[in-house]
Nanobody, 133 residues
């Protein structure tokens, strides 16, 4: 069973930055597409960003486009979410999720499907991000 672990969350002031990490123990992530999701209090979980297994293709929700950057270092078995210009509405629990790339077609990462929870097979426990002054 693939287990994902998120880290890097915390408390930051509006306008600040955080970098989240997603890694897996005893399992290579380089054969998986990875998505980042978040859930604010009282709201449904929403897709934020996703990246193909190679890292060549990325996708962002409109709410974070231009502020967040997803990347991966397959040599370190880690996927990152760099979050800049943070706003109060970015507050929530951030989760990473994985799906085997062999199950996906070549256009998946560039489609809205990569922001849908049901597309993913494996999930982490989440890391809290709080943006507040």
């Amino acid at each position: 069973q693939l287990q994902l672990v998120e880290s890097g969350g915390g408390l930051v002031q509006p306008g600040g930055s955080l970098r989240l990490s997603c890694t897996a123990s005893r399992f290579n992530l380089d054969s998986h597409a990875i998505g980042w999701f978040r859930q604010a209090p009282g709201k449904e979980r929403e897709g934020v960003s996703c990246i193909s297994s190679s890292g060549d293709n990325t996708n962002y929700s409109d709410s974070v486009k231009g502020r967040f950057t997803i990347s991966r270092d397959n040599a370190k078995n880690t996927v990152y979410l760099q979050m800049n210009s943070l706003k109060a509405e970015d507050t929530g629990i951030y989760y990473c999720a994985a799906v085997p790339a062999r199950l996906l077609d070549s256009r998946w990462t560039m489609s809205p499907r990569c922001h849908h929870q049901v597309e993913y097979d494996f999930w982490g426990q989440g890391t809290q991000v709080t943006v507040s002054s």
